[in-house]
C-alpha cells in the first residue's frame, strides 16, 4: 500500500468497516490496523491532501524511546494476527 501520511489525524471511514474488523491496537499502531484490516477485507482506500500546520500546544511523544518499542510490540502482534487470520481464512476456503 503507499500511504503518505497514515497516522495524519483527519481520516474518514464508513462505518461498516467498523461493524466488520475487531481492532486490538491501543497504541500508536491503531491507524495502521485500521488500514490493513480495512484493506485486506476488500475496502478501497483514497487519499485526500490536507494541510499542515505547526503545533500550538501540547507536546509531541512519537520520540519517546517508549512509545516506539511498543509501537513495534504491537506491529509484530498484529503481523502474526493477521497472517494466522489470513491463513485460517484461506484453510477453511479450501476446505469447501
Known amino acids: 500500500m503507499k500511504i503518505r ?3 495524519c489525524a483527519f481520516k474518514l471511514y464508513k462505518r461498516e468497516i ?3 474488523i475487531k481492532l486490538s ?3 500508536a499502531l491503531i491507524d495502521a490496523e485500521i488500514l490493513a484490516r480495512a484493506v485486506r477485507r476488500g ?13 500550538m500546544a501540547g507536546a509531541q511523544t512519537g520520540a519517546n524511546l517508549r512509545v516506539i518499542l511498543r509501537a513495534f510490540k504491537e506491529l509484530f502482534k498484529l503481523h502474526r494476527e493477521i497472517r494466522r487470520t489470513s491463513d485460517e481464512r484461506r484453510a477453511t476456503s479450501d476446505e469447501l
Open 43 to 55: 475496502y478501497t482506500v483514497t487519499q485526500k491532501g490536507v494541510h499542515h500546520y505547526p503545533r
Open 5 to 7: 501520511d497514515i497516522d
Open 18 to 20: 467498523f461493524d466488520s
Open 25 to 27: 491496537s491501543a497504541g
